[in-house]
Structures are given as C-alpha cells and as structure tokens.
C-alpha cells in the first residue's frame, strides 16, 4: 500500500509558476513509476507528465515544455514544476504511482493522492 499526499496548489496569475509536490508513504517508492494528472468538473482525468523509476520523463501534449516533473527518492517525493501556466491549467491535479509499467493513462495507475486544487485568473 501506497498513500500519497500532494500539496503546492494554490491561486496564481497567467504566465506565473507553481510547484507541486507529492510525498508518497512506503520504503519502495523508488522502484514506482510516478504521474501527475488533473481533471476539471464533467472532464475525464487527464494526464499531464509522468516518470519512471529510471527517471525516464514523459508529458502530456499540452505542456510544451512549461513543466518538468521530477523525482527525489531519498525524500520520497515527485513534484511537477510548472511555469508560464494559463487559465486553462486550472484544475484539481492529482499525484498517481503504480509499481508496474510507467503509462500515460488513468488506467495504469493504482495509487492516488487526494489532489490539489490550482486555479490560474487571467
């Protein structure tokens, strides 16, 4: 069992950055491969970067390299930094870790963190 916690979430304006982090509980953290997703009211939870326990990095198509996701495993934490965000980045964002294959979808996900909301004002 995995519990995850992320906090970092908070009111910003556009083109301003934030930086989410995910604390993850449990002493095999390192051999997870670790995601950040976000989801708005009446949309399916989307993705947004992912990384594997080998550091191998992927990102959704929105980002454009405004995010980087990275990992600590000494603290056990992943976090998301996020710069030049936009309105439409508002969104609850959610931390996910899976012991298994590193995926781009809800799906491959087994653990979940209770999410943070953030909120872009233009």
């Known amino acids: 069992q995995v519990q995850l916690v992320e906090s970092g979430g908070g009111l910003v304006q556009a083109g301003g950055s934030l930086r989410l982090s995910c604390v993850a509980s449990g002493r095999t953290f390192s051999s997870y491969n670790t995601g950040w997703f976000r989801q708005t009211p009446g949309k399916e939870r989307e993705f947004v970067a992912a990384?594997?326990?080998?550091?191998?990095?992927y990102y959704g198509d929105f980002v454009k390299g405004r995010f980087t996701i990275s990992r600590d495993n000494a603290k056990n934490t992943v976090s998301l930094q996020m710069n030049s965000l936009k309105p439409e980045d508002t969104a609850v964002y959610y931390c996910?870790?899976?012991?298994?294959?590193?995926?781009?979808?809800?799906?491959?996900?087994?653990?979940w963190g209770q999410g943070t909301q953030v909120t872009v004002s233009s």
């Open positions: 990384i594997g326990s080998a550091s191998t990095t």
């Open positions: 996910a870790a899976h012991p298994g294959a590193l995926g781009t979808t809800r799906y491959d996900y087994l653990y």
